[in-house]
């Protein structure tokens, strides 16, 4: 049974095609386009509003330099937030569950900001390596451990986006089988876990937007340390 519960993050297959790319373009059908009108419809003015707020709070620590990432990091968070939010629909596949997907966005995203920190300013990401004032016996060990912290970046980032989505997949289907087996014994105790079941799929709604968010500001911030 355990075993089935985790059958869910496995790629599904049609005519032995993995259906993975179907559901990465999938997103793309829901955007609305945009129109020549002057004035948009509720749903365009409703996204550009959202756009616009969000890519204001992201690039506010960023300087000059960090707005040409503007477009790359919002589409990022849509991109992000649509995977996640479609994932918790039935009968659908969750590709961000994946921890390759996620590493896939997180290393590539994540060398492009130190390449540039190390093409522009060497010496200060060079100066990240080794807080000012350290003791010289504390050198090569502190230079040692931020390097480490600095390649796990990208490893945390993938991880920390997979183990909630991973999580609180498990805990719906948990869930959701143990009122389906408790209805026919105890329809008092199905119909509580039912409500359990009800408020973690809300707040599963409230994680999916917010590991997309938190996904896209530790790349702003990492960005803003090589800028």
């Known amino acids: 049974l355990s075993v089935s519960f985790f059958d869910q993050f496995m790629s599904t297959t049609y005519l032995g095609i993995p259906l993975i790319a179907l559901a990465l373009t999938f997103p793309i059908i829901l955007y609305p386009t945009t129109t020549t009108r002057w004035l948009n419809n509720r749903l365009l003015t409703l996204q550009n509003t959202f756009i616009n707020s969000f890519i204001h709070q992201l690039l506010l620590p960023l300087n000059v330099s960090g707005h040409k990432w503007a477009t790359l990091l919002a589409s990022l968070m849509l991109f992000l937030i649509s995977l996640n939010m479609l994932g918790l629909l039935p009968y659908t596949f969750t590709p961000t569950a994946q921890l ?3 590493l896939g966005f997180a290393v590539p995203l994540w060398l492009a900001t130190v390449i540039i920190g190390m093409r522009n300013q060497p010496n200060h990401a060079l100066g990240h390596l080794l807080p000012e004032g350290t003791p010289n016996l504390l050198i ?15 490893l945390a980032l993938g991880v ?5 989505l991973t999580a609180g997949h498990l805990l719906i289907q948990l869930i959701s089988t143990a009122a389906f087996v408790l209805l026919p014994l105890m329809p008092a105790v199905a119909i509580l876990t039912t409500t359990v079941l009800i408020l973690l ?6 994680v999916a937007m917010i590991q997309a968010y938190v996904f896209v500001l530790l790349l702003t911030l990492y960005l803003q340390e090589n800028i």
Request: no cysteine.
């Open 201 to 206: 799929t809300l707040l599963e709604i409230a």
């Open 160 to 164: 920390r986006l997979t183990a909630n």
């Open 140 to 154: 090569p060990m502190l230079i040692i451990i931020e390097t480490i912290s600095l390649f796990i970046r990208p």
């Open 100 to 102: 390759s997907l996620n």
